[in-house]
C-alpha cells in the first residue's frame, strides 16, 4: 500500500471543475449544522441521522435504476495506476473496506456528530472534524501512500491549525478541557475527524477499483444498515414516525438526504480520485468559516473578533496548501 503513486494532478480546467464542486459540497456541509441544530428541537438527533441516510439511500437507489436503464453508468473516478500495476483487490477484500468505510464515514460518524450537535450546538462539531481531518488525511496520505507535501503546505498547515484553535476556543483554553460544561458534547464531536478521516482514506483506495457512484451508493447502504441497527438500541419506533411527522424535521432531512449525502458525497468521492489528498482535504478548511457565518445569520449567534480573525487565518491557509502543487520540493 505504501508504494502506491501519489494522484497526479489533474489538468488546470479539470482542477478548477473539481475544485468549485468542492466549494458547493463545503457550503452545503457548512450549513448542515445549523439545520441539524434546529431540526435536533423537534426530534432526537438518531431520528434525524436515521431518516437522513433512509432518504438517501431511495435517491441513490433511483439513480441506480435510472443509470441502468440508460445503459450509461457514471464513469466515476479513474485509477491512480493502470489495473495490472495495481496489487489485486480479493472480494472478501472489497467487502471489508466498504464495511469499514461506511461504518466510520456513516454510522459511527453521525451518531457521535448529531448527537455531539444536540449537547453543545453546531459550531463546535463542524469546528473540530475542520480542524483534524485535514491533517489526519494529509500526513496519512503521506505516511501510506507517500503523496508528496511542500514546505509551503506544511506552513498553510501550521497557520490553519492556528485559524481554526481561534474559532474553536476564542482564545480561552478552558473550552477544550475535562472542566468544561460540555466536556462529553466536545469529546463526540473530536472522534469525528478521525472517523471521517478513516473514511477518506479507504474510499481514495476503492475508487483505485471501482467508479466513485458505485462506491458511494454500497457505503450509504451500508452505513444506513449500520444507523438502523445503532438506532433500534437507542430509540422506540414511534419516535421515528413521530419525528417525520412534523414539517421541520421532514424538510430538514431531505435537505440533508439529497444536499449533504447524495450531492456532498459524490463530489467528495470525486475529487479524492482526481485530486491530491492534501488538496482535497484542505478545503475542509473554509467550513467552519461558513458555519460560524450561518450560525450568526439564523441563530442570531455572535462571531467573536478572534473567531473572526480565526476565519481570515483559515481562508489564508486555504490559499497557501491549494495553490501550491504537490510534489514540488516535497519532503
Request: with cysteine; net charge positive; aromatic share 14%.
Amino acid at each position: 500500500m505504501s508504494e502506491i503513486a501519489s494522484t497526479p494532478p489533474s489538468s488546470k480546467g479539470g482542477s478548477n471543475v473539481y475544485f468549485l464542486g468542492l466549494v458547493g459540497v463545503i457550503v452545503i456541509w457548512g450549513s448542515s449544522f445549523i439545520v441539524v441544530d434546529i431540526a435536533v428541537d423537534f426530534a432526537p438527533p438518531m431520528a434525524i441521522a436515521m431518516w437522513r441516510f433512509v432518504f438517501a439511500s431511495l435517491f441513490f437507489l433511483i439513480l441506480s435504476v435510472i443509470m441502468k436503464k440508460r445503459k450509461n453508468s457514471p464513469q466515476g473516478t479513474i485509477s491512480l495506476l493502470s489495473t495490472s500495476q495495481l496489487p489485486p483487490l480479493s472480494k472478501g477484500r472489497y467487502i471489508a473496506y466498504l464495511i469499514v468505510a461506511s461504518l466510520a464515514g456513516i454510522s459511527f460518524f453521525f451518531t457521535a456528530q448529531y448527537n455531539a450537535i444536540s449537547l453543545i450546538g453546531a459550531s463546535m462539531p463542524a469546528l473540530l472534524v475542520c480542524l483534524i481531518s485535514p491533517i489526519l488525511i494529509t500526513f496519512f496520505s503521506f505516511l501510506l501512500f507517500k503523496e508528496k507535501v511542500n514546505r509551503i503546505q506544511v506552513l498553510g498547515f501550521i497557520i490553519a491549525s492556528l485559524g481554526a484553535f481561534l474559532l474553536i476556543t476564542g482564545g480561552d483554553l478552558t473550552q477544550i478541557t475535562p472542566v468544561a460544561t460540555n466536556f462529553v458534547g466536545t469529546l463526540l464531536a473530536a472522534a469525528t475527524p478521525v472517523l471521517w478521516a478513516i473514511y477518506s482514506l479507504i474510499t481514495k483506495q476503492l475508487l483505485k477499483y471501482k467508479n466513485g457512484f458505485q462506491v458511494t451508493c454500497y457505503t450509504t447502504y451500508l452505513g444506513t444498515l449500520g444507523l438502523f441497527v445503532i438506532t433500534i438500541f437507542s430509540m422506540d419506533f414511534d419516535q421515528w414516525i413521530f419525528a417525520l411527522s412534523q414539517i421541520e424535521v421532514l424538510a430538514s432531512v431531505l435537505y440533508l438526504a439529497a444536499g449533504c449525502a447524495v450531492f456532498g458525497y459524490l463530489v467528495w468521492n470525486q475529487a479524492l480520485g482526481h485530486l491530491p489528498s492534501a488538496n482535497v482535504g484542505a478545503i475542509f478548511y473554509a467550513e467552519p468559516f461558513i458555519t460560524v457565518l450561518f450560525a450568526w445569520i439564523f441563530l442570531q449567534q455572535l462571531i467573536s473578533p478572534y473567531s473572526l480573525l480565526g476565519g481570515i487565518i483559515v481562508l489564508l491557509a486555504i490559499f497557501l496548501i491549494t495553490w501550491h502543487k504537490t510534489g514540488q520540493k516535497g519532503i
